[in-house]
C-alpha cells in the first residue's frame, strides 16, 4: 500500500493498493472428509483517501476494483472456471486504544466497513457487505482477558457466490476446526481470551515472555439470515502456550468444538 499525508498534521491522507489473493473454499461431509474444494483466485487494487485522528482512529472512503476466477481443484472436473469481477465503493471507520498489539493489557480495538459492489463501477452483481469488530484488553493483577465480536453479513440474500462468502475456522476462530473450515453469506464470532505471563522463553539477552491462556468461542457462518438463530451457534475453545519472537509471535495450541471437531496448531501471527 502507498500511504501519502496531504498536510504537516498528517491529518489527511491519500492511498493507493494493489494485491494478489488466493484462498481455498472446502465442502466436508459429515465424517469431515473434503468433497468439494474451490480456489478463488484475483487481483485487486484501489484508492482512498481519509482522516487520520492522532494514534487512536482514522476514517477512510475509497474505490476498489477486483478480476478474479474460482475452479474446482477437487469434485466436478467437468465444471468449468468462473471469472469474475467487482467495483465497489467502501468506506470504514476504525479505533485503537490497545497499549500492544500481541499480548495486550489495556485499551481497545474497534472497526466498521462498509463495501458495495455496483454494475456501474465494473460489478457483475450489485450488493452490500458491512462487517463489525469490537475487542476490548482488561487486566486485573497478571491476568488478561479480552472479550471480542467479530460480525460479518452480506446485506443480499440473492446470491451464493463461493468468493463472496466469510470463512470461520482455526485457532481462536472457533478453535478445533480447520483453519477457514466453514464458510457462508453470514458469520458470526463471540470469543473470550484470558491468559497471564508465567515466564520467560529464549536464550541469552534474547529471552521473551511466555504466556499461558485459555478461550472460550461461539459463533457460526450462515447462508440466509433468516438460519441465523442461537440454536445454530457451535461452542468452541482452546488452551495454548504463546509468546514473543522477532518473527511476531508463536503459539501452541490444542482446540476443540463440538460436533467432535479438534485440533492442534502451531501459528505463527497476530490473532488479537
Sequence with gaps: EFYQPLDYSLNYFVTANAAYLMRNINDYNDDGNITTQYRASSFQFGVAAGRQFGNWGELRV????????????????????????????????????????????????????????LKALGSDIDEQAVSFYW??????????????????????????????????????????????????RHSGLARLVAYREIGSAGLGGLKMPLYIGLSAEAGNVWNRRSDINF??????????????????????????????????????????
Excluded at 99 to 115: E, H, I, K, Q
Excluded at 151 to 178: C, E, H, R, W, Y
Excluded at 244 to 272: D, E, M, N, V
Aim: glycine share 10%; net charge negative.
Design 62 to 117: 475509497g474505490l476498489r476494483r477486483e478480476h478474479g476466477n474460482v475452479k474446482v481443484l477437487i469434485g466436478d472436473h467437468t465444471r468449468p472456471e468462473e471469472p469474475y469481477d467487482r467495483g465497489s465503493v467502501a468506506a470504514s471507520a476504525a479505533y485503537s486504544t490497545l497499549d500492544n498489539y500481541v499480548f495486550p493489557l489495556r485499551g481497545s480495538d474497534a472497526s466498521l466497513a462498509w463495501n458495495y459492489n
Design 135 to 184: 475487542l476490548t484488553a482488561l487486566t486485573w493483577g497478571k491476568y488478561t482477558f479480552l472479550p471480542s465480536i467479530d460480525i460479518k453479513t452480506m446485506l443480499d440474500d440473492d446470491t451464493m457466490a463461493v468468493q463472496d462468502t466469510f470463512p470461520l475456522g482455526g485457532f481462536l476462530n472457533l478453535s478445533g476446526f480447520s483453519y477457514n473450515e466453514l464458510y457462508g
Design 231 to 272: 440454536e445454530s451457534l457451535i461452542l468452541a475453545g482452546s488452551v495454548f502456550l504463546g509468546t514473543k519472537t522477532f518473527l511476531g509471535p508463536i503459539y501452541l495450541a490444542y482446540g476443540q468444538a463440538q460436533r467432535s471437531h479438534s485440533s492442534i496448531y502451531l501459528y505463527l501471527g497476530q490473532r488479537f
